[in-house]
């Protein structure tokens, strides 16, 4: 068996996208979350527009903007108790900007899903951002991505806990937003799901959250607002134009699940993907960018080239990590190397 089984490849990637709604799984998940609920009850595709058109994506992180932006960055956990600390750093930094989009849910907080790493309730900073200024990809209503760095209109809402107010380094970064973005400070016993929604009535902009399901890792595609009503992910995405798929089938996800999804080691190569050199991991990661450009023709020119900053920086990345012969000549390379590295999208 492949080590890299759990990944899709670059072609079906493609394919998966484009007919996801027709998928079997996924039509059944829609058919049983509907069970139930009376047709009348359910937005009709007018509504969803006009719902889209004041609606506002939260996003929900333990970052703040850099310099008015939301840089796609993701956490990791490694068991630092068995690596050499120097390894720990390197992983944790090096590999936190292998994510490539930046992830949102419309008109609220949802629920995160048990393999996801949960945010510390005292560290959660909710962004939030109006859908009509943002360049949204592809995605449904628990889960919309946008490819690379979000910047911040100038009526975004960025809430933070009171503790943060305490820290000198909280101003440095405050100090890097635009004076229009409101920064809003919750308590302790307050909430992130509390606060958005404080923030959300106090806009006039209507709550959403899914429906309860019996199965807490499925994808939920159906939502209910305040009094009820019910709409559908697919009538949502069809009003943004957008593509209905879920994060962990486009080519972007395959790139982590590549390089990260997979043993570490605290030897040289390192990294699972690197067993079979890097030459093939790198033909792997440049087939799954040129997926992306194909299956999401809609990209502008702004995040194309991001795109190409993204797997340039990668190779950088993976250059690094196969020329190690030890510890010691990786932290040495990474010291040299870990600014441009950290810094390739701001």
């Known amino acids: 068996m492949s080590i890299l089984a759990q990944t899709i490849p670059p072609r079906m990637t493609i394919e998966l996208i484009r007919g996801f709604q027709c998928l079997p ?3 059944q998940l829609i058919t049983e979350q509907l069970q139930g609920i009376d047709p009348r009850q359910i937005y009709s595709r ?3 527009a006009a719902l889209v058109a004041k609606s506002r994506l939260v996003h929900i992180t333990s970052h703040f903007p850099v310099n008015g932006r939301i840089l796609a960055r993701n956490r990791f956990k490694f068991p630092e108790n068995r690596l050499d600390p120097r390894l720990g750093e390197i992983f944790r930094h090096s590999l936190s900007v292998i994510r490539s989009t930046v992830h949102f849910a419309p008109n609220g907080v949802v629920p995160e899903h048990k393999e996801q790493l949960a945010i510390a309730p005292e560290q959660a900073i909710a962004i939030i951002q109006p859908t009509k200024q943002s360049r949204i ?5 628990e889960d919309i991505f946008c490819i ?3 910047l911040l209109s100038e009526d975004s809402t ?5 503790a943060f107010g305490d820290h000198p380094q909280t101003a440095k970064q405050l100090a890097t937003l635009p004076k229009t973005i409101s920064v809003i400070y919750r308590d302790k016993e307050e909430t992130i799901r509390a606060a958005v929604k404080r923030v959300l009535d106090r806009s006039g902009v209507e709550n959403l959250s899914p429906i ?4 807490p890792t499925a994808p ?3 939502f209910e607002d305040s009094k009820t009503k019910m709409l559908l992910a697919t009538d949502w995405m069809h009003a943004l134009n957008r593509p209905l798929c879920s994060h962990d089938i486009t080519p972007m996800c395959q790139i982590e699940a590549l390089l990260l999804h997979n043993p570490i080691f605290s030897v040289p190569p390192f990294l699972t993907s690197l067993l079979m050199g890097p030459r093939q991991t790198e033909r792997q990661i440049r087939e799954y960018v040129a997926a992306t450009k194909e299956v999401f023709p809609e990209m502008n020119e702004k995040e194309k080239n991001f795109l190409g900053a993204y797997e340039n920086n990668l190779m950088q990345i993976l250059q690094m990590y196969g020329a190690s012969q ?3 000549d990786l932290y040495k390379k990474w010291d040299a190397k870990k600014t441009s590295i950290l810094n390739y999208d701001s």
């Open 212 to 215: 309860s399901v019996t199965d």
């Open 148 to 150: 690379g760095s979000v």
């Open 326 to 328: 030890s510890i010691d």
């Open 220 to 222: 939920i595609f159906v």
């Open 137 to 141: 990809l592809g995605g449904y209503l």
């Open 46 to 48: 007018e509504q969803i």
């Open 25 to 27: 799984p996924i039509g």
């Open 158 to 162: 960025i809430i933070v806990p009171t």
